[in-house]
């Protein structure tokens, strides 16, 4: 058998590997449109996590992830980092002060220093992304040991990811809410040892983040 | 006999001194310096000049933090960070800003008012105290605004409050900073938002 050969039947081995090490995730989403919406070239989109509630923040990784997803593919939209947005409208966007409403952002776009910066920005949707992953279920335990012959680990563990977020979409130049989208993911991950650690992560944040990214893209275009 | 006396002490300076020094400085107080950076707030800027004059209580503010037992844990210094974070957010508020060192220099400096920032509560919440996953700052504030003669304009309190997103692997010097930062960042969110609305501010606009 040439190389070429056993590099091909490596690589499938790699793909069947990674197929059972990643568990499974089941991924809903729903969609609610309360308005036309389009986009143009030049205007771009801001995605922002809600923050103000005490129990709770929604993980700006996730937004990130989101935003970067836009921005990237078939139908790539221009989207401003989180950051970035933040900091050059500070201070109306803290967590303290940034609108919850859309009458809110109405009272905002008067201030004539927050209109121009949105004009430079050229934003035309703002995106609040709000919501959590938990964690639930968890059962099993492994236990690891380590002598002078070597060590490794024996048990099984188990847990349940649950990502629920919503998306609300702001349109900047009607100074209404056109939608919701919400995505809803759970997956159940396991985690055998037998001597080493096997983890099966559900990907259930990476998923819910996918999801909701394509269906928020779709959703700005108007398709 | 001579020679392993003198490579007892040798050993002793070389190696068992620094050690000791080292378990000592384990056992005492960590030293936590705020550092961040603020951006600058995008507001209209009102048309007054204002002297600021940080006094030595806010300039060298310090909050040390107790471990269960009753022992020094952490000691936060925050002092030069909140000049840090004025100096970048009176600019954007008022036409024109001086540091002043001393009340006199506010008459020389021909000011329309003179603001005197002071911290009056600081606390800190740690996830091993509070069993969560975030560490948390709160901050009470004294700001107070007088005349370039002394005379009292306006005394209010302000709060502020940071808490870090859940992470489970950051160190607790590094928590703390990032909870503090949050807190200083919604220091000049509500104060440049709300200098205005305050009722005895608002009485002394309307009245110049």
Redesign the interface.
């Given at each position: 058998m040439n190389s070429y050969g056993l590099q091909n039947r490596a690589k499938v081995f790699v793909l069947i590997a990674f197929g059972f090490l990643s568990a499974c995730t089941s991924t809903t989403v729903d969609e609610f449109r309360q308005g036309e919406t389009g986009i143009e070239s030049h205007e771009s989109v801001v995605v922002l996590g809600r923050r103000q509630a005490s129990d709770?923040?929604t993980?700006?990784d996730f937004v990130e992830c989101v935003g970067e997803r836009m921005a990237r593919g078939d139908g790539a939209i221009n989207v401003v980092p989180e950051q970035e947005f933040v900091?050059?409208?500070?201070?109306?966007f803290?967590?303290?002060?940034a609108p919850l409403r859309t009458r809110d952002l109405e009272t905002l776009m008067a201030?004539?220093?927050?209109a121009r910066?949105m004009g430079e920005f050229g934003i035309r949707y703002i995106v609040w992304v709000d919501g959590f992953t938990e964690t639930t279920d968890r059962q099993g335990s492994i236990s690891c040991t380590i002598g002078p012959g070597g060590g490794g680990c024996f048990g099984f563990g188990t847990w349940e990811d649950d990502a629920n977020f919503d998306a609300r979409v702001w349109d900047v130049g009607s100074l209404t809410n056109v939608g919701t989208i919400n995505t809803d993911a759970s997956g159940q991950s396991y985690l055998p040892a037998l001597v080493v650690p096997i983890p099966l992560i559900a990907r259930v944040e990476a998923n819910a983040c996918s999801r909701l990214a394509t269906q928020l893209k779709e959703f700005v275009q108007g398709s | 006999m001579t020679k392993q006396r003198s490579f007892n002490s040798k050993t002793f300076r070389q190696v068992l001194l620094p050690a000791l020094a080292l378990l000592l400085v384990g056992c005492g107080v960590n030293n936590v310096t705020i550092e961040g950076s603020f951006?600058?707030?995008?507001?209209?800027k009102l048309p007054l000049s204002v002297a600021v004059y940080y006094d030595d209580a806010l300039k060298q503010f310090a909050y040390l933090e107790y471990s269960e037992t009753g022992s020094e844990e952490y000691n936060i210094e925050s002092g030069q960070s909140h000049v840090e974070l004025f100096d970048a957010v009176l600019p954007a508020m008022f036409e024109n800003v001086v540091e002043i060192t001393d009340m006199e220099q506010a008459q020389a400096q021909n000011v329309d008012a003179v603001f005197m920032p002071l911290i009056e509560e600081f606390q800190l919440a740690l996830p091993s105290k509070t069993k969560l996953d975030v560490y948390e700052v709160w901050i009470k504030y004294n700001m107070r605004l007088v005349t370039p003669e002394g005379d009292y304009i306006a005394d209010w309190v302000l709060t502020s409050y940071g808490?870090t997103?859940?992470e489970t692997f950051r160190s607790v010097e590094a928590g703390i900073n990032e909870a503090a930062i949050v807190a200083l960042?919604?220091l000049?969110?509500?104060f440049?938002?709300t200098f205005t609305q305050v009722p005895e501010v608002r009485d002394w606009l309307a009245s110049i």
């Open positions: 709770y923040e993980d700006s900091d050059a409208m500070f201070p109306w803290e967590p303290r002060t201030e004539d220093v927050v910066k | 951006p600058t707030p995008n507001i209209s808490k997103p859940t960042r919604d000049a969110s509500s440049s938002l």
